[in-house]
C-alpha cells in the first residue's frame, strides 16, 4: 500500500511539474506578445497586467469586466499605426 502511494505521489508531482513548466512558457509567451503589440509598454506594465489576470477565475464567463477596465486603451487595444496600414491603391 505504501508502495502504491509513493508511486501515484510521484507521477502526480512529475505532471505538476510539466504543468507548471508549460505555464511559465506560456506566460512568457504572453508577454512578449504583450509588449510586441504595445511597444511602449514596460515589463514592469506587463507583470501588473499577468498578475491582474490570475486574480480572476479561468472560466472567462464568470470573471467580472474590471481587469478590461483597469487596463488604459492604449495598452489594451491593438491599434494601427500609419505605417501598418495597408494601401489600396
Known amino acids: 500500500m505504501q508502495q502504491?502511494?509513493?508511486e501515484v505521489f510521484s507521477t502526480m508531482e512529475k505532471k505538476q511539474n510539466n504543468l507548471t513548466s508549460k505555464l511559465?512558457?506560456?506566460?512568457?509567451l504572453i508577454k512578449t506578445l504583450l509588449q510586441?503589440?504595445?511597444p511602449g509598454?514596460?515589463?514592469?506594465?506587463v507583470q501588473?497586467?499577468?498578475?491582474?489576470?490570475?486574480?480572476?477565475?479561468?472560466d472567462a464567463s464568470s470573471a467580472p469586466?474590471?481587469?478590461?477596465?483597469?487596463?488604459?486603451?492604449s495598452l489594451g487595444s491593438n491599434h494601427v499605426t500609419k505605417d501598418m496600414e495597408?494601401?489600396?491603391v
Do not use: C, F, K, W
Not at 48 to 58: D, F, G, L, N, T
Open 48 to 58: 501588473v497586467m499577468i498578475e491582474a489576470a490570475q486574480q480572476y477565475p479561468p
Open 41 to 45: 509598454m514596460s515589463a514592469e506594465q
Open 65 to 73: 469586466n474590471d481587469v478590461r477596465r483597469s487596463i488604459p486603451p
Open 24 to 28: 511559465d512558457g506560456l506566460t512568457n
Open 4 to 6: 502504491q502511494h509513493t
Open 86 to 88: 495597408i494601401s489600396t
Open 36 to 38: 510586441q503589440v504595445n
